[in-house]
């Protein structure tokens, strides 16, 4: 079956550390997200590309970035990472035309 | 600016009782409102669209653009939709703004 696959599924690190989650996709999708989940605050939009050369910022951009290195591959990097960005991180996909996302199954970030 | 609110962290209920998820939003224009279910231990996905006006797993949903409201509602909740329950506003673009969640806890 088409999938959204993360790794790694969990993650502790240290502040200050550079951080990379990975997000691939089998759907054949070309939109591609980034959210963090935090208990009360639901999701919230990291980055999203809508194609291979695109990228734009979503609500909390700031200390995250992101390479889109194909259509199926969707990277978010912390480049120093710090405690409060301790959070359930996830992928998406959808296609054009179509509002569905599809999620992965998350991947668990603890900064020390 | 949009927004998606859902006024309830936490909904308790007895199995066989109805179930009513609240959702507000605030946008100015035509909304698309979803409702994403996250069942223990698996991933979020798509329980139901407004446009499709469909009923799935005996969950319904109806757009009151005068109340700007989008609740979820069940008429007889069973344990297995314990859950967490995010509403979510499609502005354009295809960008979600989702709320806060509210998770639904069905007891025997």
């Known amino acids: 079956d088409a999938d959204v696959t993360q790794t790694p599924r969990n993650r502790i690190t240290k502040t200050g550390k550079r951080i990379m989650l990975e997000c691939s996709q089998t759907?054949?999708?070309?939109?591609m997200y980034w959210y963090r989940q935090d208990p009360g605050l639901g999701l919230r939009l990291i980055y999203y590309?809508?194609?291979?050369?695109?990228?734009n910022k979503g609500e909390i951009s700031d200390g995250y970035s992101v390479s889109r290195q194909a259509q199926a591959k969707f990277s978010l990097s912390l480049e120093s990472a710090i405690p409060n960005q301790t959070a359930l991180y996830f992928c998406?996909?959808?296609?054009?035309?179509?509002?569905?996302?599809?999620f992965g199954p998350g991947t668990r970030l603890t900064v020390l | 600016a949009q927004r998606v609110t859902q006024p309830e962290k936490l909904l308790s209920v007895f199995k066989g009782a109805p179930v009513e998820l609240k959702c507000n939003y605030s946008?100015?224009?035509?909304?698309?409102l979803f409702w994403y279910v996250q069942y223990s231990r698996q991933r979020l996905q798509l329980l139901l669209r407004?446009?499709s006006r469909e009923s799935i797993k005996g969950f319904t949903a109806d757009l009151n653009k005068g109340e700007t409201s989008f609740h979820l509602k069940k008429p007889f909740a069973q344990e297995e939709d314990s859950a967490m329950y995010y509403c979510?506003?499609?502005?354009?673009?295809?960008?979600?703004?989702f709320g806060t969640g509210t998770r639904l806890l069905v007891s025997p």
């Open positions: 759907k054949g999708h070309d939109r």
């Open positions: 590309s809508f194609d291979v050369k695109d990228i």
């Open positions: 998406a996909t959808s296609d054009i035309g179509r509002n569905e996302q599809f």
């Open positions: 946008y100015s224009g035509s909304p698309e």
């Open positions: 979510a506003l499609m502005p354009g673009f295809q960008k979600l703004v």
């Open positions: 407004h446009i």
